[in-house]
C-alpha cells in the first residue's frame, strides 16, 4: 500500500447513483484540496499553510475551499486524519484476526519513514498556539482505533467487558508520545516499532479472547 500523503484519498462510502453526480464531484474536488493540504504539510510547518497557498496547490478558489473543507483549522485536522484513517485501514480490513493492530503499526511506522517531513510538520502543531488541531485529529484517532475494537468485540477476538474507549485512548497516548518523542529526538524506527508493539501488546493481552 502507498501511504504517500499527497495522494487523494477518495471516499468509498458514496454512492454515485444514490448520491448524484453533483455529490460525487464535491467528493472528488474534496478529496483533491485534503491532498493539496497534505502536501504542503510535507514542505511547510503549519503556520505556513495558509488559505491561499491552499488554493494555489488545489487549484479551487478561496471560497470554494470554505464550501468544501471549511476553516484553514478544520480543513488542516480533517486531511491528517483523513491520512491516519487511511494507514489504519488494514488494521481494521484484518479485525478478526488478535493481532491486527500490528498492522497499523506497521503501517505508521513505514509512512514516518517514507514522509519524515509530514510527520514532523503535523506533530509540530502540538508545540503550536494552534494546538487544538493537534487534539482534535488525535480525538479522531482514538475514534478510528475504538471502532477497530468495537468491531474485535464483536468477532469474538476481544472480551465483552473490555472498556474499548478507555483501551482506545491509552493506546493512542502511548503512539502520539513516542511520535512526539521520535520528532524531538529521532531514534531509530526499527526501536519506534518495537516500542508501539510492546505497548500495545501489553494494553492487549488481558483483553483478548485466548482460543481454548
Request: hydrophobic letters at 40%; a neutral charge; proline letters at 4%.
Amino acid at each position: 500500500m502507498s501511504f504517500d500523503p499527497s495522494c487523494p484519498i477518495f471516499d468509498a462510502s458514496v454512492d454515485p447513483v444514490s448520491g448524484g453526480r453533483n455529490r460525487e464531484l464535491q467528493g472528488i474536488r474534496r478529496a483533491e484540496i485534503l491532498a493539496a493540504i497534505r502536501r504542503l504539510l510535507v514542505r511547510f510547518e503549519y503556520d505556513d499553510v495558509t488559505v491561499r497557498r491552499i488554493a494555489e496547490a488545489s487549484g479551487y478558489s478561496v471560497q470554494t475551499l470554505y464550501n468544501l473543507v471549511g476553516p484553514r483549522d478544520q480543513a488542516v485536522s480533517d486531511a491528517i486524519s483523513q491520512y491516519l484513517s487511511m494507514v489504519g485501514q488494514s488494521a481494521i480490513d484484518r479485525a478478526g484476526d488478535p493481532f491486527a493492530l500490528m498492522t497499523f503499526v506497521d503501517g505508521l511506522v513505514e509512512s514516518m519513514g517514507a514522509y519524515p517531513k509530514f510527520t514532523h510538520h503535523t506533530c509540530q502543531i502540538f508545540f503550536s498556539k494552534n494546538r487544538a488541531v493537534f487534539y482534535d485529529f488525535r480525538d479522531r484517532q482514538i475514534a478510528d482505533i475504538a471502532r477497530l475494537l468495537t468491531e474485535q468485540r464483536r468477532r469474538g477476538v476481544v472480551k465483552a467487558d473490555c472498556d474499548i474507549g478507555t483501551t482506545a485512548e491509552q493506546m493512542t497516548f502511548i503512539a502520539t508520545g513516542l511520535v512526539l518523542q521520535w520528532v524531538e529526538r529521532p531514534f531509530p524506527l526499527e526501536t519506534m516499532r518495537l516500542k508501539l508493539a510492546d505497548g500495545f501488546e501489553k494494553l492487549l493481552s488481558h483483553h483478548l479472547v485466548r482460543p481454548h
